[in-house]
């Protein structure tokens, strides 16, 4: 058919790219083995931090094109085969996290020494049980990986059956798909990623992860669709009305991000509690301390003040570099957030940590550029999608 | 002094999006659209200039921001310390909730003001219909004669193109 062949033509174009890609993770990921056994301390924290990195991407498709349904967005639908395509990077995310929990879950300090605090030490106990929680990381990834498969498996059958049946089907399953992902995302980054300080607790913390996961989500979303126009695939369908709106999503989502995370800070400066201000401490001085500002400057400051214009949106360009600002500011977050408990006097980049970040960015460019590859370019049985092609800035 | 216009009044609003379109490329000036409500896409079939409004907004935020910061420095280091939970006078992480909520309402109000002034509303200002049901279901564009050769004619046919309710030629004294 002709569709399958200017795909294939639009492939090929992008082929050196993906085999770069390929290569770059795969010598990452020897490196990283290599470190394993050189460096067990350091290596382990940088694949863990890469892989919550990678599912964060991953879930971050997911949720967009569930959000995009549950509100009935016609817009985006246009970028629905993206971000179907970013959730591909969900099964590769869960079998790093899967890896490090098997081989190396001393990285969790209470493993070794189980948390004894006041009040709620059974509980905590109880919960921070290696079997139960090996056992919950598993309910959370198969939860996520059931709802992407079933999500994807229809909007794939809408390009031959045509028609709103599946679109309803879809926008059921994403609604309860937001429900369930609210409470397992909660869960999961308290899981692991708050109990690498098992005596600090923050109850706005899952929402600060979220907030984070999906704003960086976005920023690849729009370089994956920017990358796609100037080759070719979405060339005409996407256009600055759609620019115009990620751009406002971007805006809006650092705007929260910043303000989540102002929430959490300021609540613990104001109470000034030993046990809270620890975390805040410890991330704030010493070599920190310029993360810590470089963090809130590359998460809100420069991309807010970047994308506000309406002209910046939707021109492909700056809003490429706002992304590019995003998701460098999303490594800076999640290297606070993760690797400051292993290095307390000041951060220790190695040579790991650059290896599970190339490592991550030539499995998602890989993954996701195959994955969009293998189906239309577009959902083309879905009633909406002229619409969503003239969409008005 | 007074000038001739033309009405054409449409049923939906992409014969008025066409219409516009058509009218703009051949010349015709056009004075304004009037909808029930607001229609993706009309501003750039009109030609209408980016709107100032958010360079508005965005200038009466900085003021806001910064007067209020102004003053939460000078009311609790400069003009009545007091100590509030053995916090630093110059407490920034307090001030920031107050100094947004201000520079939102300055932003806002300042804008709502501009926008009151730009489009010359005012209470108790009595609305001027230039046809009945604008506010309802018709969409109504108005082009102006802008030239001797004005043909009433070429309009007429021109707007007849996109099926409109009716085309009505005005004489407006101001």
Redesign the interface.
């Known amino acids: 058919m002709n569709h399958s062949a200017t795909r294939e033509r639009f492939a090929l174009r992008l082929a050196p790219l993906l085999r770069q890609a390929t290569i770059a993770a795969g010598v990452a990921a020897a490196v990283l083995i290599a470190g394993m056994f050189v460096a067990p301390e350091r290596a382990w924290v940088s694949l863990w931090m890469g892989s919550f990195l990678l599912i964060c991407l991953g879930l971050a498709g997911l949720f967009f094109v569930a959000l995009q349904y549950a509100s009935g967005a016609v817009w985006s639908i246009v970028l629905r085969r993206v971000g179907e395509a970013m959730s591909s990077a969900l099964p590769a995310g869960a079998v790093g996290i899967l890896l490090v929990l098997i081989a190396h879950p001393s990285l969790f300090p209470w493993y070794h020494h189980p948390v004894h605090t006041e009040g709620w030490a059974a509980f905590k106990h109880a919960w921070l049980s290696y079997p139960f929680f090996f056992a919950r990381a598993l309910i959370y990834i198969a939860v996520w990986l059931g709802f992407g498969w079933a999500i994807r498996r229809n909007s794939n059958r809408q390009d031959n059956e045509s028609g709103p049946e599946l679109s309803r089907r879809n926008t059921r399953l994403s609604v309860i798909f937001m429900v369930a992902f609210a409470f397992t995302f909660w869960l999961a980054s308290t899981d692991w990623v708050m109990t690498l300080e098992p005596h600090w607790s923050s109850t706005i913390f899952g929402i600060y992860n979220f907030s984070g996961m999906f704003v960086a989500g976005v920023a690849a979303l729009a370089l994956v669709t920017i990358a796609l126009r100037n080759v070719g695939p979405l060339r005409g369908t996407v256009t600055g009305a759609h620019f115009l709106d990620l751009g406002r999503l971007l805006v809006a989502f650092s705007t929260f991000w910043m303000y989540i995370w ?1 929430s959490q ?2 609540l613990i ?2 109470t ?1 509690f030993n046990e809270e201000t620890a975390y805040m401490l410890l991330r704030s001085s010493h070599g920190w301390g310029k993360l810590f500002v470089l963090n809130v400057i590359l998460n809100w400051g420069v991309p807010f003040l970047l994308l ?4 910046n949106k939707k021109n492909p360009h700056t809003l490429a570099a706002g992304a590019v600002i995003l998701l460098a500011g999303r490594i800076v977050d999640v290297y606070l957030l993760i690797a400051a408990p292993f290095s307390p006097q000041s951060p220790v980049p190695s040579v790991w940590d650059f290896a599970a970040l190339v490592l991550v960015a030539g499995v998602f460019i890989t993954l996701t550029f195959r994955t969009f590859f293998s189906s239309e370019p577009v959902p083309l049985g879905d009633p909406l999608l002229p619409e969503s092609v003239h969409s ?2 | 002094m007074s000038r001739r216009v033309v009405l054409g009044i449409f049923e939906n609003e992409s014969s008025l999006l066409k219409a516009t379109r058509e009218s703009r490329q051949s010349g015709v000036k056009i004075v304004d659209a009037y909808t029930p409500y607001a229609v993706h896409g009309l501003d750039e079939a009109m030609g209408l200039r980016p709107s100032r409004l958010p360079w508005v907004c965005f200038g009466a935020a900085i003021v806001g921001l910064a007067l209020k910061l102004w003053f939460e420095y000078w009311a609790t280091m400069t003009d009545w310390p007091i100590n509030i939970g053995g916090k630093p006078w110059d407490s920034l992480p307090a001030f920031v909730p107050v100094t947004f909520e201000v520079m939102v309402l300055a932003a806002g109000l300042t804008t709502v003001f501009a926008f009151l002034v730009i489009s010359r509303l005012r209470p108790a200002k009595r609305p001027v219909l230039v046809a009945s049901g604008i506010t309802d279901n018709r969409f109504v564009l108005v082009l102006e004669e802008n030239d001797a050769h004005w043909d009433f004619r070429r309009i007429q046919t021109l707007l007849q193109k996109h099926e409109p309710v009716a085309v009505e030629e005005r004489f407006e004294g101001e």
Do not use: V
């Not at chain 1, 506000?308 to 002209?311: D, F, G, N, S």
């Open positions: 102002f800070y300021m400066w104001y000034n506000l214009p309406r002209a008005h800035a």
